[in-house]
């Protein structure tokens, strides 16, 4: 599709459940034509109103290139917090073409009363405090792409929740159940007491979607591995959600 000089053309790097509100937001508004990218790592993902395209863009200028072929006038990186490769990606295309970009990030979670994190400053990080306390039985929720990080720890066995197979080295011991969220605070406790899970590792991604377990596992004494999630790129404005973005994206200083 060719672009429209009269219409404002967002482009949602998404896979979130903010790049879809954001979408879902600006569906029926006529001055704004939206395309989502979707990197492809699910099989089968659910998809957002609007344009979408799957698949990667080839690095930044393969990024740049694309924003000034399709007339983007506007660029909101939704993806995960700890998509980091994208959002450098992303924020180098901005600095190439000069088009306005947004990075959407929900806000991180905190412990609560009752809570016992460890934070953990990357995937590594968590797979040598694991090593080390000799945890036994680990509710591994940090994303099948980075399996094989803990792939060499023989000795703890590991419970996965994934919506598609893990691809590439895992660990030995290790159970997978191939599941799609949200799930509720019953299905947590559940699924804590049912493998007598002794510690729960996971990405501080924040929102609600995935906030059961945490709240499951301060009911039940399970101590909890937090890996810290990288910063937003350096120069790039953050909106904290959907509402932030479109007060963004109507601003003065980002119309056309």
Do not use: C
């Not at 993902?45 to 006038?73: D, K, M, N, Q, S």
């Not at 000799?134 to 929720?141: E, K, P, S």
């Not at 969220?181 to 510690?199: K, M, N, Q, S, Y």
């Amino acid at each position: 599709m060719s672009a429209d000089p009269a219409r404002t053309h967002v482009l949602i790097l998404g896979g979130t459940t903010e790049a879809r509100r954001l979408a879902q937001a600006l569906e029926h508004e006529p001055s704004y034509r939206v395309t989502t990218s979707l990197a492809g790592r699910v099989a089968a993902p659910v998809l957002p109103p609007g344009e979408t395209r799957i698949g990667g863009f080839g690095g930044t200028a393969g990024l740049a290139a694309w924003i000034t072929g399709h007339g983007v006038t506007h660029v909101v990186d939704a993806t995960h917090p700890f998509a980091e490769r994208m959002s450098f990606n992303a924020a180098g295309a901005g600095a190439l073409t000069g088009v306005p970009l947004l990075a959407l990030r929900r806000p991180g979670w905190s412990p609560g009363p009752g809570d016992a994190w460890t934070f953990a400053e990357s995937l590594e990080d968590a797979a040598g405090l694991l090593a080390r306390r000799g945890a036994g039985r680990v509710f591994l929720t940090t994303g099948r792409m980075g399996l094989h990080t803990f792939a060499h720890l023989t000795e703890p066995w590991f419970l996965v929740r994934s919506v598609d197979p893990p691809a590439g080295p895992v660990p030995p011991r290790l159970e997978v159940l191939l599941e799609r969220g949200p799930f509720t605070l019953p299905d947590e406790r559940e699924l804590l007491a049912r493998h007598r899970i002794d510690v729960l590792v996971t990405k501080d991604s924040g929102g609600s979607a995935t906030a059961p377990k945490l709240a499951a596992a301060r009911e039940a004494g399970v101590p909890v591995l937090v890996v810290r999630r990288p910063a937003v790129p350096a120069g790039v404005a953050e909106a904290p959600s959907v509402e932030a973005a479109l007060r963004w994206l109507a601003g003065p200083d980002h119309r056309r």
